[in-house]
């Protein structure tokens, strides 16, 4: 198995040029991973890339409070394209997802705190599979299950009270 993983962070505190603080998140990772020995049933996979894992994965979170009880933050997901049988002979495209949130936050007199938050997650209406089969069997007649959907461009909200 070889590999890079990285991990950045980085805040812009109050200033002059900038509004409110910025605080920015960035990890990434580089994966490799082969059989080295494996053969099943009768087939040989040495040197195939295992299936299941991405090559590449890319996260970027960015969370930004213009005014101390505001805070805005977007998520954006890169998973790279993987393998899903022991052959190598299917594969899965990345994906792209970006997923937004804002969240105010209110003091009750000196009892605690009320928070209102929204947001969407998958904005682009990316069609992806949350997760992957890998080597799916198939059952009677019918073909295998590889993919699992994710969901599509949703809306949340809420409100929390902490005492």
Not at 6 to 33: H, V
Not at 81 to 105: C, P, R, S, V, W
């Amino acid at each position: 198995h070889q590999g890079l993983e990285l991990l950045l962070r980085s805040r812009i505190p109050d200033s002059g040029n900038f509004p409110g603080k910025l605080k920015t998140t960035f990890s990434y990772t580089f994966s490799r991973n082969r059989f080295i020995d494996f053969t099943d049933d009768g087939n040989t996979y040495d040197g195939n890339e295992l299936p299941g894992i991405p090559e590449h994965y890319a996260q970027l979170q960015l969370n930004w409070n213009p005014a101390e009880k505001l805070e805005l933050s977007t998520h954006f997901l890169y998973t790279g394209n993987q393998h899903i049988n022991d052959a190598n002979t299917m594969a899965y495209e990345g994906y792209f997802l970006l997923n937004l949130k804002a969240l105010a936050q209110f003091n009750l007199k000196k009892t605690g705190k009320l928070r209102v938050f929204a947001g969407i997650n998958n904005l682009t209406n990316t069609h992806y599979a949350s997760m992957l089969l890998v080597n799916a069997p198939a059952f009677g007649n019918s073909e295998p299950r590889y993919y699992y959907p994710g969901l599509p461009k949703h809306f949340y909200a809420g409100v929390e009270v902490r005492f």
